[in-house]
T-cell receptor, first 115, second 112 residues
Framework: AQTVTQSQPEMSVQEAETVTLSCTYD???????LFWYKQPPSRQMILVIR??????QNATENRFSVNFQKAAKSFSLKISDSQLGDAAMYFC????????????FGTGTRLTIIP | DGGITQSPKYLFRKEGQNVTLSCEQN?????MYWYRQDPGQGLRLIYY???????QKGDIAEGYSVSREKKESFPLTVTSAQKNPTAFYLC???????????FGSGTRLTVV
């Protein structure tokens, strides 16, 4: 079974600075998808960024980028120029490649932005 | 606009009662999922359905039941057998492609 581990329950960053959230996972599959979701106080889950394991290039979405290390099974999220609206719970998630496979989530990292 | 609607937003249940959480989507997604969220434990899968009239247990299915009679609807019943039902429940749907899941806004269930 796949597992996802987020070892940082809480993180904080000064506004406009850069922060990196860590995620590791365990799988025996060679191809899969990885995701970062954001859950603000409204509790609505919002997709931040996604990565296909067969792509070597790290995904980027505006201020959000990932560092995907397949051999190390590591998938960290970097948030540049942090803004107050980035304050939220961030969840790392894994999904198998084929069909409507279930998402397996980590336990989340609560990110606080310091003005 | 397409999306997922969960109702009610807040639900209170007395001990020994069954309650049903509603989840409806108009995204034409084949797959639907129910997750439970507790503090410090992330999201845990309760049940999922990849096609109408078929569903599978997730990691924490005990005390829950579901049905999938229509593509658009995937209601979750929390039975009296669920010993600790107070939690936040999220419904999601997906196409099976890289775009991940679309989530509803959740239902907060409290046992009183």
């Amino acid at each position: 079974a796949q597992t996802v581990t987020q070892s940082q329950p809480e993180m904080s960053v000064q506004e406009a600075e850069t922060v990196t959230l860590s995620c590791t996972y365990d799988t025996s599959e060679s191809d899969y998808y990885l995701f970062w979701y954001k859950q603000p106080p409204s509790r609505q889950m919002i997709l931040v960024i996604r990565q296909e394991a067969y792509k070597q290039q790290n995904a980027t979405e505006n201020r959000f980028s990932v560092n995907f290390q397949k051999a190390a099974k590591s998938f960290s999220l970097k948030i540049s120029d942090s803004q107050l609206g980035d304050a939220a719970m961030y969840f790392c998630a894994y999904r198998g490649l084929f069909g409507n496979e279930k998402l397996t989530f980590g336990t989340g990292t609560r990110l606080t932005i310091i003005p | 606009d397409g999306g997922i609607t969960q109702s009610p937003k807040y639900l209170f249940r007395k001990e020994g009662q069954n309650v049903t959480l509603s989840c409806e989507q108009n995204l034409n997604h084949d797959a639907m999922y129910w997750y439970r969220q507790d503090p410090g434990q992330g999201l845990r899968l309760i049940y999922y359905s990849q096609i109408v009239n078929d569903f599978q247990k997730g990691d924490i299915a005990e005390g829950y039941s579901v049905s999938r009679e229509k593509k658009e609807s995937f209601p979750l019943t929390v039975t009296s057998a669920q010993k600790n039902p107070t939690a936040f429940y999220l419904c999601a749907s997906g196409t099976g492609w890289i775009d991940g899941y679309t989530f509803g806004s959740g239902t907060r269930l409290t046992v009183v």
